[in-house]
């Protein structure tokens, strides 16, 4: 599972930091398309503005900067436009047009930010801010910027909207972004939870490991797609940040550019999905990095099927799938609180950190009282962050993610 579960950030559409000095390629506007309103904003430097999402014409803008911020922090996978096109077509509790605001100099796209809300298993309602921000000397204020924007638009939302549950502000950031984790506890933000990307440097030595008794794996058939991502959707619903099962993550899920189901591996007890791995190859980006690197993810068994060594079998399985194909290491996204223990499960495989990532939760403020300070912020959060570590120590895209 990935821990940041959306697509700006992982790369893929829902199946979810500093360095460099690069520069996104100059992408301007498109030329004949309307100029969007400029919106407000304080301490934004000389020739840089924040406007509204225009729509898919700036896609290749977004795709270009936030690859740039995603090679500068390590990332193993980038983002294509195709993918960014079916992300944002399918989106569930945001309308890119009024949540998302890209920033941009001199007409190209050096930044974006993007709101989405969702109710979490625990019972709060959270109010995510996704900021994905180009290397560039000026990316502190930009940073800024379009967490003024994302944090003001939240409290917008959360006012128009009636719910008992307390509502909470998150936030998400690579390990390796420091300008991005600045600014966040800054803000009063604390972490509620971690995770990684890992990598299998190899695929030699893989381990033959047998299915448990009365399960099968079978061809994908088109007809078998609806089970397989109910099953999936259910299986992580035990888990923090539970998976989104709206109908628009399962247009999603048909949509996705790298499905392969050659690939995948789905366990089958009779007519009932017991478990899954749904490997996928990413060529594009694999082109870019020089890299032979194939994806094992979408790692998931259902309750009555778990402690049984499933997860392991499928895992293994698809280690081989992915080598058989020409690969040469293999990757996956985990939750470091997975409550299955699956951190454990994947470093057994020979999975090692490769970077993490960092979630983070605020109060609420009250609309109309404007951000509170880091010190009130802190206060605040610290039954929150308390609450997040204990769930830790017993959820990502996982789970299947992709714009985080």
Do not use: K
């Amino acid at each position: 599972m990935i821990l940041m579960t959306e697509h700006d950030v992982a790369g893929r559409p829902g199946a979810p930091g500093s360095g460099g000095g690069m520069q996104p390629p100059s992408l301007p506007h498109p030329a004949g398309a309307p100029t969007p309103a400029l919106l407000p904003a304080a301490g934004l430097p000389p020739g840089v503005r924040l406007r509204p999402y225009a729509g898919p014409e700036d896609h290749p803008g977004m795709v270009a900067a936030g690859n740039a911020w995603r090679t500068a922090m390590g990332f193993l996978e980038l983002v294509t436009v195709a993918s960014q096109d079916t992300f944002y077509a399918n989106m569930a509790n945001c309308d890119p047009r009024t949540d998302c605001v890209v920033a941009e100099r001199d007409g190209a796209i050096v930044g974006y930010s993007r709101v989405e809300w969702a109710d979490a298993r625990d019972g709060e309602r959270t109010y995510a801010a996704i900021l994905i921000v180009a290397p560039d000397p000026d990316r502190p204020a930009v940073i800024d910027a379009l967490f003024d924007s994302a944090e003001a638009r939240s409290i917008e939302i959360a006012a128009g909207q009636e719910t008992d549950r307390p509502r909470v502000l998150d936030a998400f950031s690579p390990g390796a972004d420091a300008d991005l984790i600045a600014a966040t506890e800054r803000r009063g933000y604390v972490v509620v939870r971690r995770g990684y990307e890992m990598v299998r440097p190899d695929l030699e030595a893989i381990p033959d490991v047998p299915l448990p008794d009365g399960l099968e794996i079978r061809p994908v058939r088109p007809e078998h797609l609806r089970a397989i991502w109910e099953a999936d959707v259910e299986a992580f619903r035990d888990h923090w940040g539970a998976s989104d099962g709206s109908e628009e993550a399962w247009a999603r899920f048909l949509a996705d550019p790298l499905a392969d189901p050659s690939l995948w591996r789905v366990a089958w007890d009779g007519d009932e999905v017991g478990g899954q791995v749904r490997s996928y190859l990413d060529a594009e980006t694999n082109a870019s990095t020089g890299r032979l690197t194939g994806w094992t993810e979408s790692i998931s068994v259902r309750r009555p099927w778990r402690r049984r060594g499933l997860a392991r079998a499928l895992l293994a399985d698809s280690l081989r799938a992915v080598r058989d194909r020409g690969m040469r290491e293999a990757a996956l996204n985990v939750d470091a609180g997975n409550e299955t223990g699956a951190l454990t499960l994947y470093e057994s495989l020979g999975f090692v950190v490769h970077r993490s990532e960092v979630i983070f939760h605020r109060p609420m403020p009250v609309a109309g009282a404007g951000v509170a300070s880091a010190e009130q912020g802190a206060e605040g959060a610290a039954e929150g962050g308390a609450r997040g570590e204990a769930q830790g120590g017993a959820r990502g895209e996982a789970q299947g993610g992709a714009d985080r």
